[in-house]
């Protein structure tokens, strides 16, 4: 319910067309439902490209391609992560234009072309961080920025950084994925003036204690202006990319 | 706001006394500024017997007595705990009729007695655990309940626990403190039947890790109906379990 | 053995039926057998409609139905959790009238109907926490209480908890279910009066480290009158709401 | 060494004054040396209205002050954190000019004002908390932001950050510092539409394990769009968002 | 090397059969081969009733019934532990004689009956805790000693401990096992005055962290005179108790 | 209450002396009372040579002095550890006759001689190990054992060790007390036939997590029957070992 | 780029075939591109054997296969680690030179002999511990480096390991592999004069904790002059001694 | 006892002077007293230049004196670590030659020049990692190897690195010095050739925890070849390095 709604209602009170009490019953919910929350949901998938992401990870492939089905029926780009080829059969055959990007394990089903603006670059340390590299790209194009993809520039060989440096210091924001030791963050995080989005993977074996070795390490990045996301969360740090790329973007 | 000033509000838009412009906007940020809130912050102060409560670790003794005095001058009931004898030195100059209790390390300036109703057991494995146990109990009798001290009753001589078993059962609610490998909780846990809220404390060293120990300990107890509260924290454990005791006294 | 044992037992030394000697042997073993506590154990039976709770992790589904057919033969209700399908059926084929929970994953039957008092809200943050969330509500209704459940609540939509919030207010005893960072504990910790039970839950991933995360924030809440149980258990957080709903209810 | 200098070698090359085998030798170390860093740094200097932060914890006062009268020679604005009263006494000493910001633990000499560019809100959960948000404040301020304060809405009583939730929303990005649980960042990041960078704090005890609580609960966080940095640490947090109001201001 | 091959070769110096720079030579590599070392394994062969075993875990069932079969052949007593059904198979083949402790996962075949002496007690918290238990056991016997076994007396329902006190109260050792928190260890420590080794499982789920909580609780328990072992360690634990009921047996 | 007490009441019963309803109600709370548990502590008394050990961390001069001089009173031995100079004053000043073993930080006052039997061996690694060492012994002499110190044989010199084995071997028991990574009990372990009780202490830095190391390493042993204490639990080393070795001496 | 091809340049600008802003540019982008680097990497694959080595987990074994070929396409050594059946088959379609290391879980294709020099021991405490050993030494003997195999020596039996001690003198450096408690490599770092590495692995169960217990040992050694590399690492163990052993070689 | 020893005892057997039976008794103790041990620690003493190294921390000033005086007495070279002001003013009253290298908190007393061969690089990241770094300087020279320090080379400035490369690899061994993410020892391992021994510092707050960030990020390097000692374990590093270097010499 948005701030019309609410004055068609006092027009109604004003007109006697609707009694005080019903609309102070009216009114008394209201914040708690929908005042502004349900505009705000409607200016970001306009923004966005997407209303609601589906967090495919336990959840039954019948589940999700229900929930797809729903948000695509409601004319909404549907974005479903953690897919793996199940889930993607069951949404293909209620849905059969969605797409699979299977490195980033993202079921995507575009219904309204978003515009692209501003860039994101996506960093990887290690071939093993693909998913999660991939799945912050996809979703950052998703959210309508453009990517720029920058794999498997690991500071064990640092020089293949260094190649790469210019594409990278073209993005406005920057997202290092980075496994083992993460120490690619703090790298980057050095040589460059834009906002970095860290993710760190749970790529490694032993002491990387299923990603909490690149974590720490990206937590205590030396170069300032480096803020961390949860492990293997390329989700939710191409989010806070194109929030940021937006903003650049001067679109608001 | 309550909803007899959204009637107001709307008999004034009836009668054409506010534009419907004006309404709407009053109306708008309405949840977010005090619908109830408030009130329910009185009603908390009449049932409970204190207002706030001054958590004064990391507070200075001269903020402590400021706080408390705005607090007196309204005419609610001071409490404040982790109160050191400087705090104690400060409030007192303010309000000369603050009562130290020293062993709970709490501060009390009661404006207006609380009828005490049910009754709370506060039971303790060892002496060094008495500072937390005495932090719950006072915490409770100024939250309107009576406190049963059970002190020293720890597993390694369970014959002192059993000597004080029917003294425990006659209260509607039990609070265990206890460090080290905290049994206690687990072993009253399954001899009583009523709620049992369990604080581990800090007491030991080595493998205890700061109470960590304790906490795992209750956590993992294998009698049902316990729960826990943070490490040493008797306030948070006294205050559920007053708010359990005045369910019981039927008085809400 | 009761008093009134321990009483025809004295008579019969009294009379000289029985001689001191076998009394004495008889009396010495007493405390350690059962005085009072297989009482206790029959009166937990009738107050919360069932006996003993079969934990199934772990155990074959032969040994389930066992156990449960030996509780059903003695008139008791019967609740087995963490039960899977397959328990499910080895219990269906010796007790055709098991009923099976499969959200709550608890194999159910009754023998005896309990009559419902008071009320606990089940209050779930997001809908993979469903299956806890389902334990602790049907849990509590086994135990005699009527259940309001609200699902899907968490705090990244924080609107949705306020349309639902009467609803938890209306309860005795609310019990919050949430992994990942557990915050919705505190919202509503803060927002009610009532006894609040917080059940952290091992949905999340990477530093949710299997609901550490959840736990440790909900061990640390703002709020006070928050306590909190073990990681995942719907069950334990069920039979302490239930205890206090029974207290409230004044049945005792 | 800057591009021009590159051209003016070979020149020399090229015009016979430098021999092909000295110009290869220079150029050989150039990467290594300083190409483009140096420069970089100017720019850093000019955009953001420091140098180089001095980071004061675990120095000596004398050794801050000398660091700081050499930036001041060079006409640079000195920012030194966690400074404590006996620095502030040494800097004072010998560069008058400097400014002590108590609660921010920060003492700061402007040799050249930064005109101020877009806002930052820095919204914190307790009064504990505010010298890190302090930390955060100041230093965004240093590097050219407005700040918005919104101190003391932590979730325990969720209605009074409502009623700032316009304060908050008027920012481009927003700074969320909070202890214990740090649930905080989790509510206000599904409020807003801004990049939201979440501070845990070591504010708390027993089990909030030096803020290991409020850390977890962030990364963990359900709303998307909030990314962490370390503990106790305002400052990054706030060299971070200012990267971002830059982008968004345009300037770049 | 024992002590007569020293003599023998001291001999044959004092003979002039050997130089002395021979016998020096022989003589410096001397402790680092052999002297006694076997001799003392073949002690603990004598006493203990096996002479190596066969820790199961990681091997596979080929590998394991080689061993078995070469010390057999070797007349020496086998045990096997963490052996499951396959293990069993392999080592019945080769040798019919073996047998299969199925609750304690041990592969046993006696070459030679070691008398039995003493008495070792072994009680356990809960019947998931029964493997281990029976670890401790079966492993017990083998090293030749008598075993009380007492399960299920977890403290959530303590009279069934007390029960049972007096036969525990027999042992000249006492091995308590349990999970969850481990609270038995020190119940059962403060009530008895002979030697207690507490065996920590990995029974239990969510913050029992594999059996850490359990760990911990014992190694702080209240209790003097109680040491602990590794989690799931029933092997290790017997060892201990059968060392010290031989010293009491008085045999050496 | 005892045997005796239990048939005088019985034949009070059957004499007509006692009602049945008294007798009834006398029985129905013995075992929660007494029987036999304080008898218990008088015997342990009578073996021990100590009543009650004060654990004087965290605890007052005064207050230590005074339970002293409550257990000198009853003529029992005083031993108090974990004992500081100021505390040995105050004791000192109460009881002239007691002792401060100052390396084991304990105070002594002997009122009744123990006599001694058996061995115990008390080796440790490092100097640094010596105050957790010698609160172990000390605390064995106090229970009427003989005591073979052996200091500083850590394993990176394992020479130093071999050269003490034949001292090692000679004690029925053997304490073994090591920080940093613990390997000594692993080693010792292996060469000797008797149990064997590790200590870890929280010597060390870095990685040692205040003896975490040294315990993960101990519980971790190689060498079948080594049991484990709480890291610098010296004094409950010893009483273990004092079971042992009273064990050993058939006294009992 | 080598240093050649600057000098090309320099020629060329020299003689006015590049204009100098052409040259600039080049020059520019240089050290970012392959100055040096791809010439060191040249250099490693002649001394060390291979270029560029194949870690298998996680990969498919199509994948392996293809790195695997494209390597020796280019006339390198190819060592792949953590290789499973699976992948060796697909590797030895397309290689049949290919030899499958079972114990190492190494695949190997030799396509230029590396003369070997100097002696890695790499020194094992059980069998368990072989797979990770096996992979240090097949890595050593592929770095070119000989190497002594000293396996199951663990200090649990500490005359196995004196027996093989000479064996271990003779090597230039020394990898000590051990799980649980690690105290292997404290014994022979204070026996031997070389340096050691130390690998800890993740063999144990309980408290070992997937290999931290070793790890945690290995860091705290009290014998100086060991280093340790990740858990299970025997692949970086290897590198590092081949390193150290080339220097002794004297070969550079 | 050394071979000349051995060779006389047998020659006394030889010769009649000594009984066969004597001789063997001798001989069977010998190998746990003292061949060969003594003379290696003679051999380390001629090579490193001293002879054992005080471990200050948690001594005595008149303690660390005493030790001093007495290998400065035996003609050896004394180093102590971890030693403060108060340490230094104790020995040098005893000793006045020795000399205290403030920065590294090493005292040290040349009584015999050790010739310098090879060289050590000390790399670090911080100015807060000094002490470590210098601990270890001080140590590697005490050990006969010259040092090149190479300090404040963190990788958020990453080109000062690059600066000083050719100083870094002109050594034979690198020792890296960080804290915080530790990012600096994976960019120097990728960078060199040479054995890197990554020494983690305690530097840093928060989610550093006392070094265990900097600590997994170099165990999880993705740079083969670099090894790791404990936190702030500067000495321990050089120890390792100087034996690297030794072997380089090829002095031995």
């Keep these: 319910m948005g701030i019309l709604e609410i004055m068609e209602l006092l027009e109604g009170v004003k007109a006697g067309d ?17 005042i502004g929350f349900a505009n705000i949901d ?13 967090f495919c990870q336990g959840k039954q492939p019948g589940q999700i ?3 797809a089905q729903r948000l695509a029926a409601a004319g909404e780009n549907v974005l479903a992560t953690r897919a793996d080829e199940a889930a993607y059969g069951a949404v293909k055959a209620l849905l059969p234009g969605a797409v699979y990007h299977r490195d980033a394990r993202i079921i995507e089903l575009v219904c309204a072309q978003v515009p692209k603006k ?15 590299a991939e799945e912050a790209a996809v979703t950052a ?33 920057v997202i290092v994925v980075a496994g083992m030791e993460g120490a690619l963050a703090s790298v980057i995080g050095g040589l460059i003036e834009r906002p970095c989005i860290a993710v760190p993977t749970s ?11 690149a ?6 990045s030396c170069a300032a202006g480096v803020a961390v996301v949860n492990i293997d969360n390329g989700f939710g740090a191409a989010v806070m990319a194109a929030k940021i790329v937006r903003l650049a973007a001067g679109g608001e």
Excluded at 18 to 34: G, M, N, Q
Excluded at 203 to 213: K, P
């Design 18 to 34: 609707i009694t005080v009490a019903d609309a102070a019953e009216h009114l008394k919910s209201l914040p708690y439902e929908d």
């Design 42 to 54: 409607h200016h970001r998938a306009l923004r966005q490209g997407f209303a609601e992401v589906i």
């Design 65 to 67: 391609a229900q929930i």
């Design 215 to 220: 974590l720490l390490a990206m937590l205590n």
């Design 203 to 213: 790529i490694g074996y032993g002491a990387s204690f299923g990603g909490l070795s």
């Design 141 to 173: 194009e998703a959210c309508g920025c453009n990517v720029s993809r920058v794999y498997d520039v690991g500071v064990a060989g640092i020089h293949r950084l260094f190649a790469k440096l210019d594409k990278i210091k073209g993005a406005q924001c």
């Design 118 to 132: 501003g860039c994101v670059a996506v960093v990887s340390a290690g071939t093993a961080d693909i998913p999660v």
